[in-house]
């Protein structure tokens, strides 16, 4: 996956940090709504660009780990204040804790089950007890759709970047699904560069997600929806009593005036 490693330089101009401004809010107003007191620290898991991050370090003291180290030089060169950390969100241990843990679509390349399972493993040995972690897949096999898109921004030292994406339908019984991109980047005095950059994502059932959840010891699972409609799953250690229907009424009610707004 060339974007995320000798292509790293371009990401933000394949997605802008500016873009992830609705989705950073959502994400704060999730832990706020479902975590058993204060939230000051949070981990993330997968944290990529730092595109999340260069807005939820304004409430949060964020510790960033990704397996790319392209992008973590990425990531510090817009969040200089944040803590990053080489190390794969399946393997990962940092002998601390946090108010909460955010993986966000790095978990689509989680392939398989096992896989899956260290990550949510991962990210529950790094809660305290009340803490709450927040899952982002871009879809579960549930929500998944086939289909194309396109995007790209221009920089203000002359470069410029545009994409094409086709998300193709999963095989029967598959837990993975294929992403073809193609990447078209200019830049002062040098003709266009073509790059495609296949990508192999996961599809779990929501059913999935909720059982290695709980085999993680982890509780009150919230499936929700982001503004741009990515499934959510935030959840608590069980060890906590959870006022379980007070929170999903208050995260609903701030997401139906989120998307009303």
Not at 2 to 30: C, G, K, M, Q, V
Not at 109 to 123: K, S
Not at 213 to 235: F, N, S, T
Request: glycine share 8%.
């Amino acid at each position: 996956m060339r974007i995320y490693s000798d292509l790293a330089p371009w990401f933000h101009l394949l997605t802008h940090p500016a873009d992830y401004e609705d989705e950073a809010d959502f994400i704060s107003r999730a832990v706020d709504a479902v975590v058993d007191g204060p939230a000051s620290t949070l981990l993330e898991l997968g944290s990529g660009g730092g595109n999340n991050a260069s807005h939820l370090k304004g409430r949060f003291t964020c510790t960033l780990t990704d397996l790319s180290p392209e992008m973590l030089e990425l990531s510090r060169s817009i969040n200089p204040e944040c803590e990053h950390v080489h190390g794969d969100m399946r393997t990962l241990r940092l002998g601390r804790t946090f108010d909460a843990v955010l993986a966000h679509d790095a978990v689509m390349y989680l392939t398989t089950e096992a896989d899956l399972q260290a990550a949510i493993e991962t990210a529950a040995v790094h809660l305290r007890p009340g803490g709450v972690a927040v899952l982002l897949p871009d879809a579960t096999l549930e929500s998944y759709a086939p289909g194309t898109d396109h995007g790209g921004h221009d920089g203000e030292d002359g470069r410029s970047l545009r994409y094409l994406e086709w998300t193709h339908a999963p095989e029967p019984g598959a837990t993975t699904a294929e992403v073809d991109y193609v990447v078209v980047m200019r830049e002062p005095g040098r003709p266009p560069r073509v790059v495609p950059d296949p990508h192999t994502v996961g599809l779990f059932p929501e059913s999935t997600w909720a059982r290695l959840i709980g085999c993680a010891g982890l509780g009150g699972v919230l499936p929700l929806e982001v503004p741009q409609a990515a499934a959510v799953v935030a959840v608590v250690p069980a060890m906590v009593r959870l006022r379980s229907e007070g929170l999903k009424r208050r995260v609903r009610q701030e997401h139906s005036h989120a998307a009303r707004s």
